[in-house]
Antibody, heavy 114, light 112 residues
Framework: QVQLVESGGGVVQPGRSLRLSCATS????????MNWVRQAPGKGLEWVAVIWSDGSKKDYVDSVKGRFTISRDNSKNTLYLQMNSLRDEDTAVYFCASMGLDVWGQGTTVTVSS | DIVMTQTPLSLSVTPGQPASISCKSS???????????MYWYLQKPGQSPQLLIYEVSTRFSGVPDRFSGSGSGTDFTLKISRVEAEDVGVYYCMQSLQLPVTFGPGTKVDIK
């Protein structure tokens, strides 16, 4: 059974950093690309970033380029999202999802507030 | 970026009645590989999104056959043949033809 479990969310001040993790199981993690998608309170879904299976290629939505970094550790079956220079508008539930966006985790909440 | 629009943005349906949601993309979602990268999701209250339909019309594993998708190019439709109480939530269309992946604004479906 495929499982994606996010962690690392919390309350953080503007300008600070946070690292999210997504622990995976039930599939061969090293063979699958992965995504992060977020949802601001009461709003719709916004794709954030993608990473290829071997980490060779990454891409980001314009609003996070230069601030967020997606990475993975295939030996630990874990996906990461390093978020720097956080802004109020980064407040959201962050979901990790498989490459085909067919399997999603339950999300972790990030609140950016002073 | 490809812009996805949905109509209506909200829908109130009597159980057992059909429902239909339209999604339009700002450019064709047909790839040169012959596939059309258009998807439908349902986000039930308090849950993460769940995939219903991929590549326009293929139901994902475990999705009831009362859900169907159709369309081509830039115009797509999700139909629920007979709405059930468990179908309430927000329905999103999504394209993954090109990055960034983009979603429609969502259609909130509730039961009358």
């Amino acid at each position: 059974q495929v499982q994606l479990v996010e962690s690392g969310g919390g309350v953080v001040q503007p300008g600070r950093s946070l690292r999210l993790s997504c622990a995976t199981s039930g599939f061969i993690f090293s063979s699958l690309g992965m995504n992060w998608v977020r949802q601001a309170p009461g709003k719709g879904l916004e794709w954030v970033a993608v990473i290829w299976s071997d980490g060779s290629k990454k891409d980001y939505v314009d609003s996070v380029k230069g601030r967020f970094t997606i990475s993975r550790d295939n030996s630990k079956n874990t996906l990461y999202l390093q978020m720097n220079s956080l802004r109020d508008e980064d407040t959201a539930v962050y979901f990790c999802a498989s490459m085909g966006l067919d399997v999603w985790g339950q999300g972790t909440t990030v609140t950016v507030s002073s | 970026d490809i812009v996805m629009t949905q109509t209506p943005l909200s829908l109130s349906v009597t159980p057992g009645q059909p429902a239909s949601i339209s999604c339009k993309s700002s450019q064709s979602l047909l790839h040169r590989d012959g596939k059309t990268y258009m998807y439908w999701y349902l986000q039930k209250p308090g849950q993460s999104p769940q995939l219903l339909i991929y590549e326009v019309s293929t139901r994902f594993s475990g999705v009831p056959d009362r859900f169907s998708g159709s369309g081509s190019g830039t115009d797509f439709t999700l139909k629920i043949s007979r709405v059930e109480a468990e179908d309430v939530g927000v329905y999103y269309c999504m394209q993954s033809l090109q990055l960034p992946v983009t979603f429609g604004p969502g259609t909130k479906v509730d039961i009358k």
